[in-house]
C-alpha cells in the first residue's frame, strides 16, 4: 500500500512568546519545520507529503523544504485537526481512502527513525492504525478544581499512555472520522480521539519518551541536545 505524509504546521505557537511561529524556530540553524521534514522524507517511505500552513505564514518560502518537489502545501485552519483535514483534503486527488497517513506534529522534529519504521511494520497489516505513545513516568494528581488547585486523589497511571506522533490510519477513514467530529464539535486533540470518537480502535506503539513536542523555549535546548544524542 501507499503512504502518505501530512504535517501540520499552521499553528502560531503562542506559549513559545517568540515573534515568529514554533516551526519557525531554529534547531542547530535550522527551521524547526525542516529538520523535521527531513527525518521524515529521509526514511523513503513516501509517496507524497502535504504541510498545512497558517494563511498569514510569511516564512515557508524560506525553507528549505519549499524547494523540495516531494513537498506540498495547503492552508491550515482554526485548530490542529482542521489543519489535519484540509491536507487530506488537499490529497484526495492523488491518494487513495485505502492509502495510509502518517500524521506528525512540525513541532517535533526529535522523532528518532526506529520509532517510525516499527510504528510502520507494527500496523501496515492492521486494519485501523494506531500512534507512537509511551507509558506516563510522573505520579499524577487529580484537582477539586479550586484556586489553589488542592490535590483531590491521585490517579492509577497503570493503564495511562501519553500521546505522540506519527499517528498512522487509513486516509479515508480519517477523513471521515475528523469531518463528522469537527462538524459535531466533539473535542478532538488527535487523530487517534477522530478514530475513537467514530467507533474505531488504535492500536498503542511504544515510542521513544524524547520525541518531544516544542511548546515552551526551555524545550528548544532539550531538542538540540537530543538530535546531538542521536547523531552521536
Ligand atoms: O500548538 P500545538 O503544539 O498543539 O500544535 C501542534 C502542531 O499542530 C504544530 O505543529 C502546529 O503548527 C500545528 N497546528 C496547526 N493548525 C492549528 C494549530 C496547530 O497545524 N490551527
Same mark, same amino acid.
Given at each position: 500500500?501507499?503512504?502518505?505524509?501530512?504535517?501540520?504546521?499552521?499553528?502560531?505557537?503562542?506559549?513559545?512568546?517568540?515573534?515568529?511561529?514554533?516551526?519557525? %524556530?531554529?534547531? @542547530?540553524?535550522?527551521?524547526? *519545520?525542516?529538520?523535521? #521534514?527531513?527525518?521524515?522524507?529521509?526514511? +523513503? &517511505?513516501?509517496?507524497?507529503?502535504?504541510?498545512?500552513?497558517?494563511?498569514?505564514?510569511?516564512?515557508?518560502?524560506?525553507?528549505?523544504?519549499?524547494?523540495?518537489?516531494?513537498?506540498?502545501?495547503?492552508?491550515?485552519?482554526?485548530?490542529?485537526?482542521?489543519?489535519?483535514?484540509?491536507?487530506?483534503?488537499?490529497?484526495?486527488?492523488?491518494?487513495?481512502?485505502?492509502?495510509?497517513?502518517?500524521?506528525?506534529?512540525?513541532?517535533?522534529?526529535? %522523532?528518532?527513525? @526506529?520509532?517510525?519504521?516499527? *510504528?510502520?511494520?507494527? #500496523?501496515?497489516?492492521?486494519?485501523?492504525? +494506531? &500512534?507512537?505513545?509511551?507509558?506516563?513516568?510522573?505520579?499524577?494528581?487529580?484537582?477539586?478544581?479550586?484556586?489553589?488547585?488542592?490535590?483531590?486523589?491521585?490517579?492509577?497511571?497503570?493503564?495511562?499512555?501519553?500521546?505522540?506522533?506519527?499517528?498512522?490510519?487509513?486516509?479515508?477513514?480519517?477523513?471521515?472520522?475528523?469531518?463528522?467530529?469537527?462538524?459535531?464539535?466533539?473535542?478532538?486533540?488527535?487523530?487517534?480521539?477522530?478514530?475513537?470518537?467514530?467507533?474505531?480502535?488504535?492500536?498503542?506503539?511504544?515510542?521513544?519518551?524524547?520525541?518531544?513536542?516544542?511548546?515552551?523555549?526551555?524545550?528548544?535546548?532539550?531538542?538540540?541536545?537530543?538530535?546531538?544524542?542521536?547523531?552521536?
Amino acid at each position: 500500500s501507499r503512504f502518505w505524509l501530512v504535517v501540520p504546521a499552521a499553528g502560531i505557537g503562542q506559549r513559545m512568546r517568540s515573534e515568529c511561529p514554533k516551526q519557525y %524556530l531554529k534547531l @542547530h540553524q535550522r527551521f524547526i *519545520l525542516d529538520v523535521t #521534514l527531513s527525518r521524515l522524507l529521509d526514511s +523513503g &517511505l513516501f509517496d507524497g507529503c502535504m504541510v498545512a500552513l497558517n494563511p498569514r505564514d510569511r516564512w515557508w518560502p524560506d525553507s528549505v523544504a519549499a524547494g523540495d518537489e516531494r513537498v506540498q502545501t495547503c492552508t491550515g485552519g482554526a485548530e490542529r485537526a482542521d489543519s489535519v483535514l484540509a491536507a487530506l483534503q488537499a490529497l484526495a486527488g492523488q491518494a487513495a481512502d485505502e492509502d495510509w497517513v502518517l500524521v506528525h506534529d512540525a513541532a517535533r522534529p526529535c %522523532l528518532h527513525p @526506529h520509532d517510525l519504521s516499527n *510504528l510502520v511494520d507494527s #500496523l501496515v497489516e492492521h486494519p485501523v492504525g +494506531g &500512534l507512537l505513545a509511551a507509558p506516563v513516568a510522573d505520579t499524577l494528581k487529580q484537582t477539586g478544581g479550586g484556586q489553589p488547585p488542592e490535590v483531590d486523589s491521585t490517579v492509577d497511571r497503570s493503564r495511562l499512555w501519553r500521546a505522540f506522533t506519527p499517528q498512522m490510519f487509513r486516509l479515508g477513514a480519517l477523513r471521515c472520522a475528523l469531518a463528522s467530529c469537527l462538524e459535531r464539535g466533539l473535542p478532538v486533540t488527535d487523530e487517534s480521539s477522530a478514530m475513537e470518537f467514530s467507533g474505531y480502535t488504535p492500536v498503542l506503539v511504544e515510542g521513544r519518551s524524547d520525541n518531544i513536542k516544542i511548546t515552551v523555549p526551555a524545550d528548544l535546548a532539550l531538542a538540540e541536545f537530543l538530535l546531538a544524542q542521536q547523531d552521536g
